[in-house]
Structures are given as C-alpha cells and as structure tokens.
C-alpha cells in the first residue's frame, strides 16, 4: 500500500532481527545486510548508528534466503547512507512498532523506511526526500466477485454494499485518506498485514483493499492458490502513487537528514 506499506511497511507478523555494519571511509564497500536473525529482543545499535527498521513486504523491502536485506527501498537507502558515511544497523519490526518507536521520546536513532508522508506524522518525527514513488493504487477485489470496475473511490466508498478493508495507521494519500474519512461507515480496520488482509478479502470480510501494483504481483505469488481466486483492478480517477520516505525520530539530528537528502536529491 502507499500508506509505500510501507514494506515495509508488511507475512509480516515474525519479528527478525537483520543488521549490516557500515564503515566510515572511502574503502565503505556496499552491503545491505548482513545474516538476518532471530529475536523477540532487536540487538542494540552500534554506538552512533541509526537503526534502520524495515517489513517483509516484497518487492519494497525483504529478506532473501540468505538472509540478505533487498528491495526496492533498500537500495536507495544503502546508498544515501553509504555516500552520507553514516553508520546503520537493520532491524525488521512490524509497522505499528515501527510508528511507536518513531514517533516517541527514545534517544536512540530510530528510522523506518517506506513512509508516506502527512501532517500528523510531520508533527512528530522527520522525513527525509523521496527514496522511491509508488505507481497508482489498485483494488484487490475477489475474483468471483461482480466488481464495478468503471466506478471511481468516492462510488465505491459510498456503497455499503462494498466494505473496503485497510491497515490501521497506514496513509493510502490525501485522496483517498479524505474518502476513507469521510465515508467511516464502510470501512474496516485491522493491524493485519498485507497477506493476511487478502485472506480476509477473501472470506468475506471486505469487498476489496487498496495495494500499490509493486507489492500486488508478490503478494499474489506468495498466497499461491489463493491468489488465483483474487484479481486487481484500476481506480479510476487515482492519482500517481506517493513517494516513500525514510521517517525517522526527532533523535536523529536535522543536520543528519540533510546530509542524506542532499545524496537522494542527487538522483
């Protein structure tokens, strides 16, 4: 979802832990991550190091099988933070304890990728420039379904007969955030992640969900059979999609910030 999310913003339910180590210098050698690991404890970042908090929401950001760190929204981030010569240190974490990580009075450096960005974030922690923009939402509906398809978000919105499933916390963009506001009464809320909300698209429990195209054809892939009894289809009227942001805490100083968006702005 754009609310990238991200993810990574999403299964996403298992908490790992993935650190890479990034040395200060001109000998730095690339490298997203290093073992991804294991525990119900995230280790503790080196001394002056950001953590860098990350989903299992392919293609934005994932652990391979050898427990690499890649994505999307990896690679841009390793290399702003390599070119800026900051230290980080990877860490996946589910999105709502990113949010509380983020947005609370912790001294450590605290930094999630993927963000989209709105006001009431802003209040609260820092973005950084643009690391990537998301192609235009899309519905994922039931595939058995009599899906309206030429009706726009605010149609679909209005009809009761049409709950629309999203993932508390998330930012979908000022559209369609304004739509899902104003039309409360249709919508349905959960903390799931991204598979666990097809399923439940699925079982009846919503009439569709709203996913960015990148993270649609994975997440179809991933459900296997399932995902054959799914389909996607276009919001007329949608803009592009929203650009994702790193969202860090107001731990890690303005002056770091801008020397990171001085490298993304390069791009």
């Not at 390599?82 to 983020?102: C, E, G, N, Y």
Request: proline share 9%.
């Amino acid at each position: 979802m754009r609310t990238l999310q991200d993810p990574s913003l999403c299964s996403l339910g298992r908490t790992g832990v993935a650190t890479a180590g990034l040395l200060l210098g001109a000998a730095v050698q690339a490298q997203t991550a290093q073992t991804a690991q294991t525990a119900s404890t995230p280790p503790t970042a080196p001394p002056g190091a950001i953590t860098l908090h990350y989903q299992e929401r392919p293609p934005y950001s994932y652990t391979t099988a050898d427990g690499q760190v890649q994505g999307l929204l990896v690679a841009p981030t390793v290399r702003a933070f390599q070119r800026a010569q900051l230290p980080f240190h990877w860490v996946k974490t589910p999105s709502q304890r990113q949010l509380v990580l983020i947005q609370a009075s912790t001294p450590s450096m605290e930094c999630g990728i993927g963000w989209f960005r709105n006001p009431e974030r802003e209040q609260l922690g820092r973005f950084s420039l643009p690391l990537y923009q998301d192609r235009p939402y899309v519905a994922l509906t039931r595939r058995n379904a009599s899906w309206p398809a030429s009706r726009t978000p605010a149609d679909l919105l209005n009809d009761a007969a049409l709950p629309l499933l999203v993932k508390d916390g998330y930012s979908y963009g000022p559209l369609l955030d304004g739509l899902i506001t104003q039309h409360a009464a249709n919508v349905r809320r959960t903390s799931a992640e991204s598979a666990q909300m097809a399923r439940m698209v699925l079982a009846g429990r919503a009439a569709w969900m709203i996913i960015a195209p990148e993270e649609a054809d994975a997440l179809l892939a991933e459900l296997g059979p399932l995902g054959a009894q799914l389909q996607l289809s276009a919001l007329p009227g949608v803009p592009d999609g929203q650009y994702r942001h790193l969202y860090c805490n107001r731990a890690v100083p303005e002056a770091l910030i801008e020397r990171l968006n001085r490298v993304l702005g390069e791009r």
